[in-house]
C-alpha cells in the first residue's frame, strides 16, 4: 500500500501562519522599499567627477569664485553641495569655514539616512511579532486540546502548531532581510562619509596653499 505524502506550497504555508502573517508581510514590503530606494539614493550620491577636485583648485587659485560655485550647483553631490558652502565661506576664518562644511556634511549624511530607523525597527520587531504569532498558535492548540478532553487527537491542535511554527520562521526571515539591508546601507553611508571628510580636508589645504 502507497502512501500519499501531502505537500504544501508556500502560500498555503503562509496562510498557516493566521493575521500574524498581514503585519509581517507589510514589514517585508517596508523593507523591500526602503532598501531599494535608499540603496538608489546613496548610489547616485557616491558618484563622483574625478576632475572635480581639480578644476575647483584652478578655479579658486585664479579667484573665479562664481565659477567654483556654479560647477559646484551643476555636480549637484553631496561632496559638490560640501564645497560649496565651504566657498561661500572664503575670508572668514579656518574655524568657521570647517564648521559650515562639517554642518552640511552632518545635514546630507541625515538626508541619506532617512528611512534606515525603518529597517532597525523591522530587523528587531518583526521576530518579536513571530514570537507572538507563535504564544497565540500553542495557546489555541492547548485550548483545543482541553475543549476536546479524553477524545482530542492530533489534529485537533495541528493548527496551532502549524501557526506557532510558521510564524516563528516567518518573523525570523523577515528580521533578517531587514538587518542585512541596514548593516549594508549603514556600511555604504560611512564609506561616503569617509570620502567627505577626505574632500573637506583637501578643500581645507587648497585654501591654505599659495596660488601659482
Not at 72 to 97: E, F, H, S, W, Y
Not at 174 to 183: K, S, T
Request: with cysteine; glycine share 8%.
Amino acid at each position: 500500500m502507497e502512501t500519499t505524502i501531502q505537500t504544501l506550497s508556500l502560500w498555503d504555508l503562509c496562510l498557516q501562519g493566521g493575521w500574524t502573517m498581514i503585519p509581517l508581510a507589510i514589514l517585508l514590503l517596508l523593507c523591500v522599499y526602503v532598501f531599494v530606494e535608499r540603496a538608489l539614493a546613496i548610489s547616485a550620491a557616491s558618484k563622483e567627477d574625478t576632475n572635480f577636485m581639480s578644476r575647483i583648485k584652478g578655479y579658486i587659485h585664479e579667484g573665479e569664485v562664481e565659477s567654483a560655485l556654479n560647477l559646484c550647483q551643476a555636480t549637484g553631490t553631496p561632496i559638490a553641495r560640501l564645497i560649496a558652502k565651504g566657498i561661500t565661506r572664503i575670508g572668514r576664518p579656518m574655524n568657521d569655514v570647517l564648521v559650515a562644511i562639517e554642518n552640511t556634511g552632518n545635514i546630507e549624511i541625515a538626508t541619506l539616512s532617512r528611512g534606515l530607523p525603518w529597517l532597525a525597527t523591522t530587523a528587531a520587531g518583526a521576530p518579536m511579532i513571530g514570537f507572538l504569532g507563535t504564544v497565540i498558535g500553542m495557546v489555541q492548540a492547548f485550548y483545543a486540546i482541553a475543549s476536546s478532553g479524553s477524545s482530542a487527537t492530533i489534529d485537533s491542535f495541528a493548527g496551532g502548531i502549524y501557526s506557532a511554527l510558521v510564524t516563528t520562521v516567518a518573523g525570523l526571515i523577515v528580521g533578517i532581510i531587514a538587518l542585512f539591508a541596514y548593516n549594508y546601507l549603514v556600511a555604504r553611508i560611512n564609506k561616503l562619509m569617509n570620502r567627505l571628510e577626505a574632500r573637506t580636508m583637501d578643500f581645507m589645504d587648497l585654501l591654505n596653499e599659495p596660488a601659482i
